[in-house]
């Protein structure tokens, strides 16, 4: 795996979500992370080739950032974007 573009806090990933066990954030809200990041960079709903980024919110505190720009590094994104005339 490689390592992330930016280097995230805890905190950064878990300012919302600060009801998880010894404020830890639950897989649930690292799956909401993840599922806004899709709908926010490709439009559409994750698939279960997500499970990698949920890992990564939950274990390595990624932000929604942090995926987001992954997803912006994409052969989809890149191919939606080429299908807008960019």
């Known amino acids: 795996m490689k390592p992330p573009r930016y280097a995230a806090t805890p905190a950064c990933t878990r300012s919302h979500f ?3 066990v010894n404020g830890q954030m639950t897989r649930e809200q690292a799956q909401a ?3 806004s990041a ?3 960079v490709l439009g ?3 698939d279960p080739a997500s499970a990698g980024f949920v890992d990564r919110v939950f274990n390595d ?3 929604q950032q942090q995926i987001e720009n992954e ?3 994409s052969a989809e ?3 939606k974007q080429a299908g807008r005339g960019r």
């Open 18 to 20: 600060s009801n998880g």
């Open 33 to 35: 992370v993840v599922r």
């Open 38 to 40: 899709y709908q926010n």
């Open 44 to 46: 559409r709903e994750p």
């Open 61 to 63: 505190h990624w932000s």
């Open 71 to 73: 997803l912006r590094n």
């Open 77 to 79: 994104y890149r191919q």
